[in-house]
């Protein structure tokens, strides 16, 4: 049995709590999550925004909130996270200081990807920290590198929800990435942002994660597209190269 902490913190409880609820219950309206947790409705109204923020929840057509992307993603890789983490931080690290620009490491979950690491650059107009975010894996940079390297059924699986011309068209997208060896996001997931990704090659199935390199908009220019996927993949080989080590 499981007893209250004896110095709970209200809003973290009522927070997961929330998010409980959500997956549980189906979506609700904000004075409903208020009724239920017994708080104002701006309370309500303030916890659920947080909880869109991290992914943990979602706003509806409707107006209410539902489980998020978070709750409802497929489990994360064998691969330790913490492993990935721990080998990647340098090598994001190093990709930040060369083009000073924020660097992410993300793992599929599902038909989505988890952002799991974020080195963020020192530029005033910048990328922020995406550290446990998710993203639909067919519109992010590293999500689309992860799937271009993934089983048929992987990806058949990724692309289930979608209409067939934009299934096609990300099949079509994702040849191009086997080809050229990185992906791009341009304000596909976001307005006003561009990031260049690829998978970290390790050679023994489907890849345990993706590296991408994000931008504002205004910085990105396709003269500098060649040696960013360069970079991208330099950087996701030497990873991967580190990763081996470990395992041996």
């Known amino acids: 049995m499981k007893n209250r902490p004896p110095y709970a913190i209200a809003s973290v409880d009522s927070a997961l709590l929330l998010a409980t609820l959500l997956q549980q219950e189906g ?14 409705v701006s309370t309500a109204h303030r916890l659920l925004g947080m909880l ?33 983490r721990a080998i990647a ?10 083009l000073r620009e924020t660097a992410n490491l993300m793992v599929l979950a599902g038909a989505d990807v988890r952002f799991v690491a974020t080195a963020e650059c020192d530029q005033v107009l910048r990328v922020g920290d995406r550290t446990g975010r998710t993203l639909p894996a067919h519109l992010s940079s590293g999500g689309k590198a992860l799937l271009a390297a993934a089983a048929p059924e992987v990806v058949a699986a990724a ?14 997208e994702l040849r191009s990435v086997r080809r050229r060896g990185y992906a791009v996001n341009d304000q596909e997931t976001e307005t006003g942002l561009t990031a260049v990704g690829a998978a970290v090659p390790l050679g023994t ?23 960013w996927g360069t970079a991208v993949t330099a950087a996701a080989a030497a990873i991967a190269a580190d990763l081996a080590i470990a395992r041996s």
């Open 27 to 40: 979506p609700l309206r904000v004075s409903d999550a208020a009724t239920r947790l017994g708080v104002s």
């Open 52 to 84: 869109v923020y991290r992914d943990f929840a979602e706003q509806l057509p409707d107006r209410r909130y539902g489980s998020g992307p978070l709750m409802r993603g497929g489990p994360l890789p064998p691969e330790p996270v913490a492993r990935l």
């Open 89 to 98: 931080l340098p090598h994001l690290q190093g990709l930040v200081e060369k």
């Open 159 to 172: 692309l289930a929800g979608l209409d067939e011309t934009t299934a096609d068209r990300v099949r079509r």
């Open 205 to 227: 199935g489907a890849p345990p994660a993706a590296i991408s390199l994000a931008m504002p908009r205004a910085r990105y220019s396709r003269d500098r597209l060649a040696e």
